[in-house]
């Protein structure tokens, strides 16, 4: 029987976050790890649509169409062919309050998990986004050292500006990425209003990204060709992946690719793990001293509910649903559209409004426009000849609100063990009508019934399934990362934050999960 | 349900790029409109009423384009939109298609005459639906 001092489960940004800290002393990564078997032939999106590539930009079978029929309940990337090997695993599916699925879902089966698909902003939480938040059970110092840590390995862009407190401090390594001519503009009159002393209602600044600009430490740098809604593993782009590959480049790790952990057995000097080798069927047994469950919020709830065979046990669960909000400037309109770009642009908070909240403005332009015609109430061939000269003027506002957990939405099993989320209570976006009066001054418009509440399990920023307290009921962690009745199982992903400030929550998880592993590391045992 | 036939799609991609784009559509689109429709199946099994609308609109040649607006709807789509949509993405992403052009300005003129003629377009459309009793 194969024997590890220590195991960690699953690659995305929990897992690899720990395995660097426990690099080179008997610890083993186990993956389900899928790579991706179709690639974006095309250095940019420009390139793919003048030559003419349907198949590159629709998918060999037309998989990135699955929205003609059923709008909205899949994210773009989700429906990219090249993207697709991310959500293989687990099915889950979420229910809203007439019990209907809005949300299909499935864990992810990548090597990098969900990182592969996700926006790249890296950002720190604050000491105020934990008190607003509420339930933490430590102060925000206990993650500096693995915040600065981290930024340092992944690389962050961006700058020094009004965004700097809100944004926890860092001093960005790279500049930030090209502005599009609308939010170049939405900045300008940001400065210049505040140069003014205007009364402004918020705070605008560069985004924190995880993309390098420039070429650094022999990393390449982005080619920003507008290719993120159709492809993963871009150079200069980070994902979970990279440090996955590093670690085992430089055999830092034991990687056991292909492997679903099926069960565990805790005894007093070491835990047992089943596993399933996925293309053989093949079981394989081995043990170790500590386990860590990375597999994501839901599988890794999911494993929990079978190990402690609860079918009817209720888990909290917390979602961060966005709230998108297209705004114009009317000024940008017919602007001539940048060769190069990245979708997010700018970011923004309302300081004085009550509940926390982020604003990240996005530029839609590296989608496929089709995507945007159903939403121009006009008739398709005035709304294709228009949607250039538009979007020059456009950029969309995702608003994010603190998200706390509500006793009826919940996680729990089905009678097939499969993962059903009820998510009935989705408060309305308390931030919008302020928004959009703080933006007004600024040149850029929208109205309130332009917003769409995004469904919940959409945005993938879930959360709260087994909350760490410093005294964990059942089903609750232990602050160190140990489940509430063991010594040497401990969950280090998204599922042990017991709330979500208003901020992209992937760097916090990685910090607390590199934290965990230090105290794996100290624990003595 | 109704099902259609490779006539029945080939005529519905010419008719609806003709709406959308005003000429004649090009071979590879309508090889490919029709490739989607085996792949999708949804797309080909069209309820009753859908298929009627659709009938008619291709029948007697109405202006699919301005008569889609009126036929949106929440949740799944109207098998017009869902067509006239796909139409829309084979162009867009078939070869450096005009309506698509990115990285070209558009003056100003040009958009607010597109405004307008949307506007008009929508107007056609709501008498259009009325008079022929689409669905």
């Not at chain 1, 000491?127 to 690389?155: K, M, N, Q």
């Not at chain 1, 642009?345 to 982020?358: D, H, K, R, W």
């Amino acid at each position: 029987m194969d024997w590890f001092e220590r195991v960690i489960v699953g690659s995305g940004p929990a897992g690899v976050a720990a395995a660097r800290r426990m690099a080179g002393q008997g610890t083993c990564l186990i993956d389900v790890g899928d790579f991706p078997q179709q690639s974006f032939p095309h250095p940019s999106l420009q390139s793919a649509l003048v030559g003419g590539d349907v198949e590159a930009l629709l998918g060999r079978h037309w998989e990135m169409l699955a929205n003609l029929i059923e709008p909205g309940c899949l994210h773009p990337k989700q429906r990219a062919a090249a993207l697709r090997f991310v959500m293989q695993g687990v099915p889950f599916r979420v229910r809203d309050a007439a019990g209907e699925v809005i949300v299909h879902g499935a864990g992810s089966h990548a090597a990098g998990g969900m990182s592969n698909i996700w926006g790249a902003q890296l950002l720190r939480y604050t000491d105020d986004d934990l008190v607003d938040a509420g339930d933490w059970p430590y102060a925000i110092s206990a993650l500096e050292p693995y915040y600065a840590d981290l930024e340092t390995h992944i690389g962050i862009s961006g700058q020094v500006d009004d965004m700097h407190g809100f944004l926890g401090g860092v001093i960005p390594a790279m500049p930030p990425v090209p502005m599009v001519p609308a939010a170049e503009r939405l900045y300008a009159n940001y400065l210049s209003c505040r140069n003014e002393k205007t009364k402004l209602r918020f705070l605008l600044g560069r985004s924190r990204l995880a993309l390098a600009t420039q070429a650094t430490h022999g990393r390449f740098e982005h080619a920003l060709g507008e290719t993120e809604f159709f492809t993963s593993g871009q150079h200069g782009l980070y994902t979970a992946r990279r440090t996955l590959e590093e670690l085992k480049d430089a055999e830092s790790i034991t990687y056991m690719g292909r492997y679903q952990l099926l069960s565990w057995r805790e005894s007093a000097e070491h835990v047992e793990l089943d596993l399933r080798e996925l293309v053989s069927g093949e079981h394989r047994t081995l043990r170790t001293h500590h386990l860590l469950l990375g597999c994501g919020t839901v599988q890794t709830a999911r494993l929990i509910l079978l190990h402690g065979k609860e079918q009817g046990r209720v888990l909290p669960f917390i979602d961060h649903p966005p709230t998108l909000l297209p705004l114009f400037l009317p000024g940008m309109f017919c602007s001539e559209l940048p060769v190069r770009s990245f979708p997010v642009q700018l970011i923004a908070t309302l300081p004085n409004n009550q509940s926390g909240n982020m604003i990240s403005f996005y530029y839609p332009g590296g989608l496929l426009w089709s995507d945007l015609l159903p939403d121009i109430p006009l008739p398709m061939d005035a709304s294709v000849r228009m949607i250039g000269a538009l979007l020059g003027g456009m950029l969309v506002a995702q608003i994010w609100e603190t998200s706390r957990p509500v006793p009826s939405n919940r996680l729990q099993l089905d009678e097939d063990g499969e993962v059903v989320i009820d998510y009935p209570v989705r408060l309305r976006c308390a931030a919008l009508p302020y928004l959009l009066t703080a933006l007004r001054p600024l040149g850029a418009y929208s109205l309130e019934r332009f917003a769409v509440l995004s469904p919940p399990g959409w945005g993938f920023h879930h959360a709260g399934c087994l909350p760490m307290r410093h005294c964990p009921a059942a089903f609750e962690t232990h602050v160190d990362g140990r489940l509430w009745n063991s010594k040497r199982v401990r969950v280090i992903d998204g599922s042990v934050l017991p709330s979500l400030p208003a901020k992209n929550h992937t760097l916090t998880l990685m910090a607390n999960a590199a934290r965990i592993a230090d105290e794996v590391m100290r624990c003595g045992y | 349900m109704n099902h259609s036939t490779h006539a029945d799609l080939r005529q519905e991609a010419e008719h609806f790029y003709c709406c959308l784009f005003g000429s004649e559509a090009p071979p590879a689109l309508i090889m490919h409109y029709l490739a989607v429709h085996q792949c999708l199946t949804e797309l080909s099994e069209v309820s009753v009423e859908h298929s009627r609308t659709l009938r008619i609109i291709i029948g007697r040649r109405l202006n699919a384009a301005a008569i889609e607006p009126w036929l949106r709807r929440k949740g799944r789509r109207h098998a017009l939109t869902a067509k006239l949509l796909l139409v829309v993405y084979l162009a867009e992403c078939g070869s450096g298609h005009i309506g698509f052009s990115r990285h070209v300005r558009v003056e100003r003129g040009a958009l607010i005459f597109a405004a307008l003629r949307g506007l008009a377009g929508l107007c056609h459309g709501y008498y259009l639906r009325r008079y022929h009793g689409l669905v």
